[in-house]
DNA sequence: TTGTACGCGTTATCAT
DNA sequence: ATGATAACGCGTACAA
């Protein structure tokens, strides 16, 4: 509260306020008997340096922020423990906001910019133009889950190749039907569909448009009771969550997975091994995906110049039991 | 980036820095042709004004922290969407800190403590010693999911009551042999056993002692395999993913929930509403408490004395299958 | 209505 | 080894 200042600590110490700054950060040359008595000072007085004058002074807030759309669900919490870990050992605060169905959210971001040395930001959260203004703006920035934007830098994970396994995985299941649960953003989402519906081209089959629904079992649950009236062969679900709500949906129909219908979802959350059927998934590495942000955000801080590159990390086709029977076609083999 | 000063922008539009001020907060009288001169400079310039500045010199940082175990598993991550969501609507921002099992923690909380106008720490994550240390030097805090620490506030929701009614409904179906999953810390959970433990003792029965275990499906999971070979009627677990464990080492074990073992679990986490059988647990209002700790906190910063009092928020319990039939003993008429 | 000047709490440069 | 002092960027009494 009424914090003491370095004057105060001074004056006890008998020293100039310099010679506290010394000795408090061993930043030059301080006498043992000096360093002792500002410590004694500091001591009683509880002194610890205001934050806003340190960073005021270093020209740095040490400290970076974040933005994402929710923080329902498994998935963006793994990303930013992952992301607050990192930072935490690079010596900076983490910084959070939340998107959701906000508004105000482009003045809110820009606060928020003006209070860390640079910015995560997770695809689809803001506006590209006001990302750009951000760039501009000379502001570090990573974007999380999406292809950089000019100015940034970008993490996300492997999308096309893991969606064209999982496709000729279940193709080779004998299913000829596909159903696509849960819209496409302009992010992760949408690269996968687009690598779906190619791999079904190859194979001569038409892929269907997306149906839109929230990441959510809900979603997925509402989204499913529509989906599978037209009996799909299979469900390829955007996320584990949308699939666990179609796998819930067609319980309610009466349809047993995957013998009636097959279901995957992607990123391999923790119930996706938990539910029944297991799930067939693609497995992300959530948490590595926010420390890898965090540590090109550092590089960015410290000075690298952003290359609009966008970093892709590996992701592994997870089959389980849900996409069907796996006597028909084995695997590929290693 | 080499963003401006308010003295750039006041010789660029011919006036003084305090103008400039005012203009900008509409503090004090300036005239229109003035203001619309600023306007122009700040334009040209893209001045934001310095965070650091204002905060130095309004003495306040506009911002709060937070400080939870962990971010896996939805319990966290739900209470941080609440507190974040009203803090941002009072202007505020949000840093995190997870705890995890890192080392350091005091010094990082230590550091947080001094970029924030207020702490809101979740049970069981600090020391008491630095409780006492926080709060006293006088930063306002507010306890989550725990009785008030002497100097702060708390919020947590109702445990013994709901444990009561939960423990008389099982009787009430029959069940006689407890079994107790989830470890006991010093916040909600040991509320929750010590009313189990109350209300069995006036039923005559003996109450074991709870199988400590990581609340997670996994820890859940693990306990389930120990626990369950001593053949007990319930499983009451600590909270819905060590729950969701139980029931697969039920599973695992031959066992079927309800019939040969029920299970319950403790917060209605999405997931207990959608697994099979669907869980009887209590229902916690966890967006509520991140809100109303967001608030409290709020009230403290603005210069309210704190009253070491908690907050208690009103739980349900919501019965569903996984703690047996219902048509031995319905539950009590409303 | 507008401007001057001080305070906020550090760090760091330059003398000494 | 130590001290005086200039930044850092802003808000705001106080003066004009």
Redesign the pocket.
């Known amino acids: 509260m009424s914090?003491?200042?370095?004057?105060e600590?001074?004056r006890l110490a008998?020293?100039?306020?310099?010679?506290?700054?010394?000795?408090?950060?061993g930043?030059?040359?301080?006498?043992a008997?000096?360093?002792e008595k500002v410590r004694r000072a500091v001591e009683e007085l509880r002194?610890?340096?205001?934050r806003?004058?340190?960073s005021?002074?270093?020209?740095r807030h040490a400290a970076n922020g974040i933005v994402f759309p929710d923080l329902s669900g498994p998935y963006f919490g793994e990303v930013l423990l992952g992301y607050e870990e990192v930072a935490a050992d690079l010596g900076r605060s983490v910084l959070i906001l939340s998107t959701r169905d906000r508004a105000g959210v482009p003045e809110t971001v820009k606060d928020l910019a003006t209070r860390v040395d640079g910015l995560v930001v997770f695809g689809q959260t803001l506006p590209d133009a006001l990302l750009t203004e951000l760039a501009d703006s000379g502001l570090p920035m990573v974007m999380l889950a999406r292809d950089a934007h000019p100015g940034t830098e970008a993490v996300r994970s492997e999308n096309a190749g893991a969606a064209e396994a999982l496709t000729v995985h279940l193709i080779a299941h004998g299913h000829r039907t596909f159903a696509l649960a849960g819209g496409h953003d302009e992010g992760d989402v949408s690269q996968r569909w687009t690598a779906v519906a190619r791999t079904l081209g190859h194979h001569g089959i038409t892929a269907p448009r997306p149906v839109e629904c929230p990441y959510t079992v809900d979603g997925g649950y509402e989204a499913g009771l529509g989906l599978l009236k037209s009996g799909p062969d299979v469900v390829v679900c955007a996320d584990d969550q949308v699939a666990l709500g179609v796998i819930l949906a067609a319980e309610e129909l009466g349809l047993r997975v995957p013998d009636d219908v097959a279901v995957t979802g992607w990123d391999d959350i923790m119930a996706a091994r938990h539910s029944r059927p297991a799930l067939t998934t693609v497995r992300q590495p959530l948490r590595e995906l926010g420390a890898a942000a965090a540590r090109l955000l550092d590089e960015l801080i410290a000075g690298a110049e952003p290359s609009d590159t966008t970093r892709v990390l590996a992701t592994d086709l997870v089959i389980r039991s849900s996409c069907g029977a796996h006597q028909v076609h084995p695997p590929e083999e290693p």
């Open positions: 914090d003491s200042t370095i004057y600590v001074a008998g020293v100039s306020i310099a010679t506290v700054s010394r000795a408090l950060r930043t030059g040359p301080v006498s008997a000096t360093r002194f610890t340096p205001s806003l004058g340190v005021l002074a270093e020209g």
